[in-house]
């Protein structure tokens, strides 16, 4: 339940039904996406063991304590900043998520830049100070310990979501559509299938960079107990987005010339679901987002704190300095992250952006785990990995000045 409820945040309302009320990718970017997010539990199952392995007896934490004793402070860092990246663009988008959910079903635009900056900018950054706060409030004196036991409760509210969208679509008379209707969205295009490999690729990369996960695999009991626990949790992790995907097919299938005129978006198909439910069921809605929010925020502090742990137990063994340093840091990290949420980026081209760093690290990184006397020359040295990572920035950067990226935005849109 830890594993699952820390990766499915709020963005999850926003993920895979984007993607199934989108019929240009329908099922395959629908499928793309619910198998990217489970396959990196499965990862860490073959990965985990042998990571705390090779840092035994080293006081890790994290895959960056990994690079130090597998490579040296060049890659530590390296791989630190890109961590530190990743989950801040991912605190990033929860914050954003969560405060555009409570926008729309208050009945606040998100979609209207000039609105949204006359109108909703207090309110939306209000709802992410909130769930900042109060995070950085249990973690900040409890720790990890406080993100596991919370999770297990976050992960019942996440059961309890599902239960009321099925409630929605089945019980009321809008949400009902025919069997043509549906077969409208549901479809299976080349379209998709370029979205589900780029999905995949970008999201494995992305989350063996999560520390909030790999602070699982040091918590964990022992090695049996990690591996029934991310079976399971990416088990459900893969039946959850499915849901939500099926979800944005039957808003898209409800209204599809709302969809295809731009009157309605995709990435909004949740939230047209929910309208024709009174607003008692509104509000038990963010009741239960909220704990999702809540839930990926804290694992994602406790995991940017957890990069430092190593060092600052060097620089000195009194906890109290050490938790105030922690504290410091989350505080300064969450700062940034509300900041940068108000000004509303798109959530999945947040991801994107994160993703596509991360992918260009994930190879040398983990490459480190080869053995000398069994690989040789493929076994990288630091300055091979690190000159790894500078290539596969060195690519991306190339490449986006070849490309017509304008062009291909217009095209795409």
Known sequence: MSFFASGMGAWVVYGTTEMGAN???????VLGYSIASAIPGLFVMWLGPQIKEATKGKNAFSTTDFCLARYGRVMQFSCAAI??????????AEFTSISNIY?????????????????????????????????VLYTGIGGLPSSI?????????MGGLVLLLTIAVCAIPENRI??????????????????????????????LFNQATWQRVWAAKDTPSL??????????????????????????????AAYDNFEKYAYLAFFNILEPMGQGWHILVLIFVTSL?????????NGI?????????????????????????????????????????????????????????????????????????????????????????????????????????????
């Open 293 to 301: 929010a809540a839930s990926s925020v804290d694992s994602l502090q």
């Open 305 to 413: 704190t957890c990069l430092l742990s190593s060092d600052l137990l060097k620089i000195s063994q009194n906890p109290e300095i050490i938790k105030w340093m922690n504290r410091a840091v989350l505080i300064a990290v969450n700062v940034a992250a509300v900041v940068k949420s108000a000004e509303r980026y798109d959530v999945l081209g947040l991801f994107l952006v994160a993703d596509l760093v991360c992918a260009t690290a994930v190879f040398p990184v983990f490459m480190g785990l080869l053995n000398q006397e069994k690989w040789g020359i493929l076994c990288p040295t630091e300055m091979g990995a690190f000159m790894g990572i500078l290539g596969g920035i060195s690519a991306v950067l190339v490449a986006g000045v070849v490309v017509d990226s304008g062009k291909f935005t217009t095209d795409s849109s």
């Open 227 to 256: 591996r029934k626990g991310f079976g399971i949790g990416s088990f459900l992790i893969f039946i959850l987005m499915m849901f939500f995907g099926i979800m944005g097919m039957i808003g898209y299938a409800k209204e599809p």
């Open 178 to 207: 025919t069997k043509e209707e549906y077969a409208l969205a549901s479809n299976f295009t080349i379209d998709g299938f370029y979205a589900m490999v780029t999905l995949i690729l970008a999201i494995i990369s992305a989350e």
């Open 103 to 135: 926008a729309l079903l208050v009945g606040k635009q998100t979609y209207d830049w000039t609105y949204y900056v006359n109108m909703n900018v207090a309110y939306t950054t209000g709802i992410a100070v909130g769930i900042g706060v109060i995070t």
């Open 149 to 157: 036991v919370t999770d297990k409760f976050q992960g019942i509210m």
């Open 83 to 92: 961590s530190v990246f990743y989950m801040w663009i991912y605190l990033v």
């Open 23 to 29: 019929p240009r990718l329908s099922w395959l970017g």
